[in-house]
Antibody
Framework: QLQLQESGPGLVKPSETLSLTCTVS??????????WNWIRQPPGKGLEWIGK???????YYNPSLKSRVTISVDMSQNQFSLRLNSVTAADTAVYYC?????????????WGQGTLVTVSS | QTVVTQGPSFSVSPGGTVTLTCGLS?????????PSWYQQTPGQTPRTPRT??????TRSSGVPDRFSGSILGNQAALTITGAQADDESDYYC??????????FGGGTKLTVL
C-alpha cells in the first residue's frame, strides 16, 4: 500500500526558505502513471494546490506561488521536495504531499498526513 | 485568474438529500476538467482529506454509494443521498484548468441536523 510522509522543520523565520520532503513508501516514485503534488491549508482556511512534479523532473506550479516555489525529485531516495522562499506569516499552513494521476488530473490519492509549518520569528 | 466557486455552507436533515456544487468564475465545468471531491472532517487528527469522487463521477475505493458525482448544467455536483450524522464535514472540489494547473474550491461546510 502506497504511503507518503512529510518531513521538515516545523518553524521557519520570516524571509527565509521553507523546505519539506515527502518520502514515498510501498511504491516507486519512478512511475509514468503519476505526478507528485504539494498542497497546503492555512489554519482555519481551505486547501490550496501548490504544484506537482513528474519523475522526469517536469514541474507545474500554482501561478500565484510560481515565483517562490521549487519542487524537485530524488529518485534514488524515492522522495520529492518543496522549497518556498521569502516566506511570510501567510505561508503558515499544514503542508500535504499527495500522489496525483497523470491522466485524471485533480485526482489526489493517497495523501500524507500533513505537517504544520509555522512562520514566525 | 479563474476562481473555483463553492457555496460556503449547506444544511441537510438526517436521511435527506443534498447537492453541493462547484463552478468556475468564468466558463463552465465539464468532464474535461476532471472534477474531484474531497471530504475533511473537523475534529479528526490528522485532518487528512479523504477522496470521495474523481473524474467527475467515479467513487474512490470504500466510499459508500450514497455519494455520487455529476455535471449539473455548467457546474460539477456532489450529491449525498440519505445523509448521516458523520457526513457533517467540509467538502472541497478540485478542478483541472489545463496547462498542468489544478485549483481547489473554497470548500462547503455541511451541517447535518
Amino acid at each position: 500500500q502506497l504511503q507518503l510522509q512529510e518531513s521538515g522543520p516545523g518553524l521557519v523565520k520570516p524571509s527565509e526558505t521553507l523546505s519539506l520532503t515527502c518520502t514515498v513508501s510501498g511504491g516507486s516514485i519512478r512511475s509514468s502513471s503519476f505526478y507528485w503534488n504539494w498542497i497546503r491549508q492555512p489554519p482555519g482556511k481551505g486547501l490550496e494546490w501548490i504544484g506537482k512534479i513528474y519523475y522526469s523532473g517536469t514541474t507545474y506550479y500554482n501561478p500565484s506561488l510560481k515565483s517562490r516555489v521549487t519542487i524537485s525529485v530524488d529518485m534514488s531516495q524515492n522522495q520529492f521536495s518543496l522549497r518556498l522562499n521569502s516566506v511570510t506569516a501567510a505561508d503558515t499552513a499544514v503542508y500535504y504531499c499527495a500522489r496525483g494521476d497523470y491522466t485524471v488530473d485533480s485526482w489526489f490519492d493517497p495523501w500524507g498526513q500533513g505537517t504544520l509549518v509555522t512562520v514566525s520569528s | 485568474q479563474t476562481v473555483v466557486t463553492q457555496g460556503p455552507s449547506f444544511s441537510v436533515s438526517p436521511g435527506g438529500t443534498v447537492t453541493l456544487t462547484c463552478g468556475l468564475s468564468s466558463g463552465s465545468v465539464s468532464t474535461s476538467n476532471y472534477p474531484s471531491w474531497y471530504q475533511q472532517t473537523p475534529g479528526q487528527t490528522p485532518r487528512t482529506p479523504r477522496t470521495l469522487i474523481y473524474n467527475t463521477n467515479t467513487r474512490s475505493s470504500g466510499v459508500p454509494d450514497r455519494f455520487s458525482g455529476s455535471i449539473l448544467g455548467n457546474q460539477a455536483a456532489l450529491t449525498i443521498t440519505g445523509a448521516q450524522a458523520d457526513d457533517e464535514s467540509d467538502y472541497y472540489c478540485v478542478i483541472y484548468l489545463g496547462g498542468g494547473i489544478s485549483v481547489f474550491g473554497g470548500g462547503t461546510k455541511l451541517t447535518v441536523l
